[in-house]
């Protein structure tokens, strides 16, 4: 059985911890700083870091990766069109990694940047996607490198994933985002209620992740291109009928960017 737990790092990124509790082994995901692994290696002396897995280049989500490998030796994997600090094993598309006894399959998510990977298991009772900074909680990352139409293509590829899929992502943006939603839906209930939930567990302190990519079906504006209503928004932010998916999906994220 594997555990996770989000280790906060800097303000607002998460380092996902994965436990592999009958071996005391573990992994993490994008440790943009290495001091809040060091530290929960250091309260649990008789584990071992052995993996370390990372979707994107930027500091946020590397920053840790060289130390942590000096300090455990742990095997770090990587996309293989990135430039990864300390990288073992580089990753394309369709790639097959284990980590902790668990297959994860490597998925290519170009958009936030073009190298950008997921990980994806369905080997445990409820499937799990290691998101990065492509799909957030109701939101999605923003185009630093790669194109409206390839963050699109990315982000429905993840949307076909199973609903059950449980989605881990880097950040803790969902109060923003679902404010962003609001004004795409308002009259939508599922955001409505989403927005009342994340109200009070933000209020209380606590965390809104992991998500479902059936929740994010329902309520995260970049995954409703299809939606008239949110074509309509899309347009009136435009001032001008998209014709297609993609460009409601680009026509959002620009919204998105000065919202």
Request: hydrophobic share 40%; net charge negative; glycine share 6%.
């Amino acid at each position: 059985m594997i555990q996770i737990d989000a280790l906060p790092a800097f303000n607002d990124n998460y380092i996902w911890l994965l436990q592999d509790t009958a071996n005391r082994r573990c992994a993490v995901v994008d440790p943009g700083d290495a001091a809040p692994v060091l530290a929960w290696l250091g309260s649990h002396p008789d584990w071992q870091l052995t993996d370390i897995l990372v979707t994107h280049h930027h500091h946020d989500h590397v920053g840790g990766v060289e130390a942590l490998k000096q300090a455990s030796g742990a095997t770090v994997y990587g996309p293989a069109n990135e430039r990864i600090p300390a990288l073992d094993v580089a990753l394309e598309d369709g790639a097959q990694v284990q980590v902790l006894g668990l297959d994860f399959e490597v998925l290519a998510m170009p958009g936030h940047t073009l190298g950008h990977i997921a990980y994806y298991t369905a080997q445990t009772p409820t499937p799990l996607l290691f998101s990065g900074d492509t799909l957030f909680a109701a939101g999605c990352g923003r185009l630093f490198e790669g194109t409206p139409e390839q963050m699109h293509q990315s982000l429905q590829r993840l949307a076909a994933l199973p609903g059950a899929t449980e989605v881990y992502c880097a950040h803790e943006y969902t109060l923003s985002n679902l404010r962003f939603a609001r004004a795409v839906e308002p009259d939508s209930e599922h955001v409505r209620q989403r927005f009342e939930d994340v109200t009070q567990l933000r209020a209380d302190n606590r965390i809104t992740l992991p998500s479902t990519i059936e929740l994010e079906r329902l309520t995260n504006p970049f995954l409703r291109t299809a939606e008239t209503s949110v074509k309509q928004k899309a347009d009136e932010w435009k001032g001008h009928s998209n014709p297609s998916q993609a460009t409601v999906f680009a026509a959002l994220r620009s919204w998105k960017d000065v919202f």
